[in-house]
């Protein structure tokens, strides 16, 4: 550890500043705790880019900007302060009390909220970044409402890229469903798929090259099989061949699913006292908006129930 930085306490560092770490911040700013969030990208995350959600309740229609913009604000009106790209270096989460050390802080916090979210896998092509946001996506929920009555193809073949396709079809007039290989998604899945008039399901193929001008217009694709090429006209392409949690930097103290989610039940709480995980990064069924602000709420008052037992000279739960 670098001897030259900056030691400063906080009751709470909050790792991650998505909706679950914003609402855990407005919550801990409320009950007048130190808290500080720490964000080694933009604040928002994923979300940000969202260019209109209609799911979350209140709102017919907002963008990820103005959604995480104003709990932003609400937060820091609490109190709550937000550092953003000062990178994380390191944790120590077993300390008493816990390290969070920085590019250039080192701060020591009684309690820490992982709220760290995770990043869909891209899409491995050279013209991913030209045509991100311009009819290439990852949040079907975000983004499948700009593209009513177009041609839709969705990219993965297990049960979340099927169960996009299926949700999709809602809007697309045309959908693709492709896939490099066989398909891994449950029969029940498939078969709604399948039996869906405006589907058509393109196995053994891959996505080989994207093609537009200001926007994506058409995808090359390969049958495997024959090792033929063709192109075919889609308006929008839904990406989904996983995701990668961020949690390079706790796995080696915590215990971590076999997806690389943190290991933590209903209640937040991971296998370390005082150490908490909420929202994406949580192992857990349904990773929505909603569920990653209730997440955030039950960490942090959770963390206001473990300090206030701290001051009092006890460790339980």
Not at 101 to 112: K, L
């Amino acid at each position: 550890m670098a001897t030259d930085k900056k030691h400063l306490h906080k009751d709470i560092v909050i790792i991650g500043a998505g909706m679950a770490g914003l609402t855990a911040a407005l919550y801990a700013g409320r009950m007048n705790l130190d808290v500080l969030v720490l964000e080694n990208g933009i604040v928002g995350g994923q979300i940000a880019n969202a260019t209109g959600i209609e799911n979350y309740p209140g709102f017919a229609k907002i963008s990820g900007k103005e959604l995480i913009g104003a709990l932003q604000e609400q937060a820091e009106r609490f109190g709550a302060a937000i550092d953003e790209f000062d990178t994380i270096e390191s944790v120590t989460l077993k300390a008493a009390p816990k390290i969070v050390e920085t590019e250039e802080h080192v701060y020591e916090a009684d309690v820490v909220i992982i709220a760290s979210g995770m990043n869909r896998r891209k899409l491995p092509l050279p013209e991913e970044a030209k045509f991100a946001g311009k009819g290439v996506h990852y949040c079907e929920l975000c983004d499948g409402h700009m593209y009513q009555d177009k041609a839709i193809a969705v990219m993965g073949g297990g049960n979340a890229a099927v169960d996009a396709a299926n949700f999709l079809t809602k809007y697309a007039k045309k959908l693709y469903l492709i896939h490099r290989s066989e398909f891994r998604a449950d029969e029940v899945s498939q078969k709604r798929l399948r039996e869906n008039p405006k589907a058509e399901i393109l196995l053994q193929t891959e996505i080989t090259a994207l093609r537009g001008d200001k926007r994506m217009e058409r995808v090359e694709i390969l049958d495997k099989k024959t090792g033929a090429k063709r192109e075919i006209a889609i308006d929008g392409l839904f990406v989904n061949i996983g995701v990668v949690p961020n949690t390079e930097l706790f796995k080696k103290e915590l215990a971590l699913a076999d997806g690389g989610r943190i290991v933590a039940g209903e209640d937040c709480r991971t296998d370390i006292p005082g150490v908490f995980a909420a929202g994406d990064v949580r192992e857990k069924e349904i990773r929505q908006l909603t569920t990653a602000a209730a997440d955030g709420t039950t960490a942090a008052l959770l963390a206001e129930q473990y300090l206030v037992k701290l001051k009092e000279g006890h460790q339980e739960w």
